[in-house]
C-alpha cells in the first residue's frame, strides 16, 4: 500500500536549523514534495525532488532523498518564526494524478 | 488569476442535512481533487478528476458525490451529513507540467452536529 509516515511535532528555537523527516513506501515514487500549510489555509508547494536526484538545494532550504531507506528530509536553515506551520510529506506514483500525503509535522518556532 | 476557489468557507449542518461544497478554478488544469482534513489525520483523497465529465474514487468516497461538468467547476455532494464528516475540505488542481504542482483552495469548514 502507500503510506507516508511523519512525526507530527517539532520544536525549534529561532535562527537553528530545523529537519523534518518522512519515510515512505512506494520505490516506484516519481516526484517527491514538500509542501507547506499556514494556519486557517490550503497547502501551498515549498519545494521537491525528482526520484533520481539525492539532493536539492534552494536557499535556506536542503532536500534530501535516500531511495534505498525510502528516506525524504527537509533541511530549513536559520529557521525563522514566519517558517511556524504544519510541513507535508507528498509522493506522486505513476504519473502525476494522485499524489499521497503524509500525515504533516507541526513545526513551532521559538523566538 | 484567482486560482482555487472554495465556497463557503464554514457551514454547520445538522445530521441527515445534505450540501454541495463548491470548488472552480481558472487556471484551465484538467486534473482536479477533493481532500478531507482531520487533525493528526493529514490528508485523505475523496474524489478527484482528470478532466470534464471523468471522476474517479479516492480513499474514502462513501457519502459523497462528485459531478465535473466543466474544466472549471468540481463540486463536492454530501448527501444525508453524518458527524463522522465534520472535518476540514480542501479543493484543489495540478498543472499541467513538471513538478505537477496542486494548487490548493482556502478550505471549508465543515461541522456535522
Known amino acids: 500500500g502507500e503510506d507516508v509516515e511523519q512525526s507530527l511535532f517539532l520544536s525549534v528555537r529561532e535562527g537553528d536549523s530545523s529537519v523534518i523527516n518522512c519515510t515512505y513506501t512506494d520505490s516506484s515514487s516519481t516526484y517527491l514534495y514538500w509542501y507547506k500549510q499556514e494556519p486557517g489555509a490550503g497547502l501551498q508547494l515549498l519545494t521537491y525532488?525528482?526520484?533520481?536526484?539525492d539532493m536539492k538545494q534552494d536557499q535556506r532550504l536542503t532536500v534530501l532523498l535516500n531511495k534505498k531507506d525510502k528516506h525524504l528530509s527537509l533541511r530549513i536553515a536559520d529557521t525563522q518564526t514566519g517558517d511556524s506551520a504544519i510541513y507535508f510529506c507528498?509522493?506522486?506514483?505513476?504519473?502525476?494524478?494522485?499524489?499521497?500525503f503524509g500525515t504533516g509535522t507541526k513545526l513551532q518556532v521559538i523566538p | 488569476n484567482a486560482g482555487v476557489t472554495q465556497t463557503p468557507k464554514f457551514r454547520i449542518l445538522k445530521i441527515g442535512q445534505s450540501m454541495t461544497l463548491q470548488c472552480a478554478q481558472d487556471?484551465?488544469?484538467?486534473?482536479m481533487y477533493w481532500y478531507r482534513q482531520d487533525p493528526g489525520m493529514g490528508l485523505k483523497l475523496i474524489y478527484y478528476s482528470v478532466g470534464a465529465g471523468i471522476t474517479d474514487k479516492g480513499e474514502v468516497p462513501n457519502g459523497y458525490n462528485v459531478s465535473r461538468s466543466t474544466t472549471e467547476d468540481f463540486p463536492l455532494r454530501l448527501e444525508l451529513a453524518a458527524p463522522s464528516q465534520t472535518s476540514v475540505y480542501f479543493c484543489a488542481s495540478t498543472a499541467d507540467r513538471v513538478p505537477y504542482e496542486q494548487y490548493f483552495g482556502p478550505g471549508t469548514r465543515l461541522t456535522v452536529t
Open positions: 507528498a509522493e506522486s506514483i505513476r504519473g502525476y494524478q494522485k499524489v499521497t
Open positions: 487556471m484551465n488544469h484538467n486534473y
Open positions: 525532488i525528482f526520484s533520481n536526484m
